[in-house]
T-cell receptor, first 114, second 110 residues
Framework: NAGVMQNPRHLVRRRGQEARLRCSPV?????VYWYRQLPEEGLKFMVY????????ESGMPKERFSAEFPKEGPSILRIQQVVRGDSAAYFC????????????FGQGTRLTVV | QQQVKQSPQSLIVQKGGISIINCAYE??????FPWYQQFPGKGPALLIA?????SEKKEGRFTISFNKSAKQFSLHIMDSQPGDSATYFC?????????FGPGTRLSVLP
């Protein structure tokens, strides 16, 4: 977990609002993964990004969800028009390069939609 | 083919006992197999990992056994302690993303 910073740790949104989750990877890491975890369940892959590129978004819902990892600044997972079913813990993991293999997770953002 | 199966779903072990968690995969393109430990309210923490060119890796009380031909790998926790009580996830990676097993909730009784 060292070095991967996620904020906010907790986020409450009303139905229909937008949620923005931020992830700052380990310094020097250029690969970021986002995962969603429902209570008492496992980690579901959402998206894999490199700086300025989306490599694999096969786990992202087709609508309302988007992710970016700009050249400067944190990776952002955006959920538009949130619904109750979006309530979950969202984790990001960072990796140096593919060859490094090791991926380190942040502490997560717990989104609650009321 | 992207699925990673994990068992048991939950495990109760007495202090000092051996905890064993098993995982199986299908995609032969996977070439990195980490285990993560997650405490409630926390993010998953990398515990130990193995590549398919070795059959076993040991770090302290934690050992991964890897059977490439059977496409199975397991985590052994020797001398299990109450502090080991957590959820354990196995994962497999082909460099594109990490596929996680559903997790095993381990409870070590004092």
């Amino acid at each position: 977990n060292a070095g991967v910073m996620q904020n906010p740790r907790h986020l409450v949104r009303r139905r229909g609002q937008e949620a923005r989750l931020r992830c700052s990877p380990v310094k020097g890491h250029s690969h970021v993964y986002w995962y969603r975890q429902l209570p008492e369940e496992g980690l579901k892959f959402m998206v894999y990004l490199q700086k300025e590129n989306i490599i694999d978004e096969s786990g992202m819902p087709k609508e309302r969800f988007s992710a970016e990892f700009p050249k400067e600044g944190p990776s952002i997972l955006r959920i538009q028009q949130v619904v109750r079913g979006d309530s979950a813990a969202y984790f990001c993991a960072s990796q140096g390069t593919r060859g490094d293999k090791e991926a380190f997770f942040g502490q997560g953002t717990r989104l609650t939609v009321v | 083919q992207q699925q990673v199966k994990q068992s048991p779903q939950s495990l109760i072990v007495q202090k000092g006992g051996i905890s064993i968690i098993n995982c199986a995969y299908e995609n032969t393109a996977f070439d990195y197999f980490p285990w993560y430990q997650q405490f409630p309210g926390k993010g998953p923490a990398l515990l130990i990992a193995i590549r398919p060119d070795v059959s076993e890796k040991k770090e302290g009380r934690f050992t991964i056994s890897f059977n490439k031909s059977a496409k199975q790998f397991s985590l052994h926790i020797m001398d299990s302690q109450p502090g080991d009580s957590a959820t354990y996830f196995c994962a497999a990676s082909n460099g594109q993303n990490f596929v996680f097993g559903p997790g095993t909730r381990l409870s070590v009784l004092p």
